[in-house]
């Protein structure tokens, strides 16, 4: 059939292929790379699978190219070329992941995941552009291709590689394909399976995941198969606990409709309870779309980590849950106790120190704009005092509570009462940019004038009235220099009597 490889990547490798076959080593394009160029889609991760040690041969081929050389997997032989270049006709950065097989092509194919993914050509046939290639295709991937379906090489995939049980499901929400009904089946026997998974390679799946933009259709999916629970047993606890009359869901479904929530508000799909109209009351702007799009680690996001902080927001309420003298239900200290848990969660799972106290501190303050929008638009110095104390968490947190409003209401959602909380959080956030614009570029006073000027002596009372200063500037309260010093003086003849 008719192959197109860009020209990049088509300069890239025959490059490759010219260096291994001067080394005699026969070569073949497998995996995702196949699969993604036969569905027409952008990748610079290539892999290739040679007649020879990996390991061996992939230092080798980053010398020859310019690269730099990755070990992947000693023992099933498996290295990674890395290459940046600007200047050769590969312009760009790509990947190229060299695997061992041995025997035949066929057989190597025969041990992969997914048919899409069991599908080779030989190196050696391709030229620039359009070229005439060969699939070796022994079970029928383009075919499962041309019907956008994600279906196992064999019965025991999973027990092979029980990531691969995650990865099913990640591959259908970036392709949009389904299922089919003998490899569901087949996860919901293995999901146990995920247990034994290294929790980094969970971390990876389960961040590609959350960057799929389908969340109504896959989270729910994926608590189907077993899986959420098997990524996340913390959970299970929350399955069936009820909740106040105001809450649409038990905890459980709460914590999956909140998730999904959050792709609503953050302009990236539906929800099933609210439209258009409810959608354009709440805030958005670029400035927000490129916050939530801001990389925090490698391959996680705002908008990833804020979702999976939704899916955690919760996950102490089984154990806080007790009805009070009052008779009304309560989850007293669910916040504070549900952020310990969910640092344990993803420590567990490998999640970055930066990643873990992002989603740490959504989850302990996600009651606090609530709280603070508490009988009208919360005053300057409690914006200011929110923002200090969440610091980069402090807007996610904001879509949080848009999101936990949607998923506590759910078909009983009250437009008024959503439009009047988008509003305050609008306000909020309009009197946020405000206050970074006053305080960032204008440093009024140092510790050095409160120890000259009014001969202090240094310590921690220092940073404490420096703080002060910066909220009264925030707040509006002192602009210049001459009302910042006024300010400092008449607190401290305050305190001093």
Request: with cysteine.
């Amino acid at each position: 059939m008719k192959l197109f490889i860009k020209p990049k990547a088509s300069s890239l490798l025959t490059t490759v292929n010219n260096f291994l076959t001067e080394q005699d080593i026969k070569a073949y394009l497998v995996g995702g790379f196949v699969r993604d160029v036969l569905l027409r889609r952008d990748t610079a991760d290539i892999d290739i699978a040679v007649a020879a040690d990996a390991v061996e041969t992939a230092p080798r081929v980053a010398s020859a190219i310019g690269g730099r050389f990755v070990l992947l997997d000693e023992v099933n032989r498996v290295g990674r070329v890395v290459v940046v270049d600007k200047e050769a006709s590969w312009e760009g950065r790509w990947q190229l992941d060299f695997s061992t097989f041995q025997d035949s092509i066929e057989q190597d194919l025969a041990r992969r995941d997914f048919t899409i993914d069991a599908i080779a050509v030989d190196l050696g046939e391709l030229t620039e552009g359009y070229a005439d290639v060969h699939l070796i295709d022994p079970f029928s991937g383009w075919a499962d291709l041309q019907h956008g379906v994600i279906r196992t090489v064999s019965e025991t995939a999973f027990q092979s590689d029980a990531a691969r049980l995650l990865r099913a499901v990640r591959l259908a929400a970036e392709l949009g394909f389904k299922l089919d009904t003998q490899t569901e089946a087949l996860v919901q026997r293995n999901c146990h399976l995920l247990a034994g998974v290294a929790g980094e390679r969970v971390r990876e799946e389960l961040l590609r995941l959350l960057a799929a933009s389908q969340s109504q259709r896959f989270l729910p999916y994926l608590d189907d198969l077993g899986l959420v629970t098997a990524i996340i047993p913390e959970l299970a606890q929350a399955k069936a606990v009820k909740q106040p009359k105001e809450h649409f869901w038990d905890v459980f479904d709460h914590s999956i409709e909140t998730a999904i929530a959050v792709d609503f508000v953050l302009h990236e799909g539906a929800w099933q309870y609210a439209n258009d109209e409810a959608l354009a009351m709440a805030p958005w702007s670029e400035v927000l779309a490129q916050h939530f799009a801001q990389e925090v680690s490698s391959g996680s996001t705002r908008r990833s980590l804020l979702k999976l902080a939704a899916l955690l927001h919760d996950v102490a309420k089984p154990q806080t849950k007790a009805i009070g003298e009052d008779g009304r239900m309560h989850f007293l200290g669910h916040a504070k106790l549900g952020a310990a848990i969910a640092v344990d969660i993803l420590e567990r799972l490998r999640f970055s120190g930066k990643e873990v106290k992002l989603v740490e501190v959504m989850v302990r303050e996600h009651l606090r704009p609530g709280q603070m929008g508490q009988g009208g638009f919360p005053t300057h110095r409690a914006i200011y005092r929110y923002f200090r104390d969440t610091g980069e968490a402090g807007i996610n947190i904001l879509f949080l509570g848009l999101a936990d409003h949607l998923a506590t209401r759910g078909a009983q959602l009250n437009l008024a009462q959503w439009q009047e909380h988008a509003q305050m959080v609008e306000y909020i956030l309009a009197q946020h940019f405000e206050q970074q614009r006053l305080v960032v570029p204008a440093k009024l006073v140092d510790g050095h004038d409160l120890i000259k000027i009014f001969d202090l002596s240094p310590g921690p009372r220092i940073g404490q009235l420096l703080e002060a200063v910066r909220e009264a500037q925030a707040s509006g309260e002192v602009a210049t220099r001459e009302e910042a010093l006024a300010y400092l003086r008449d607190r401290l003849v305050t305190e001093a009597r």
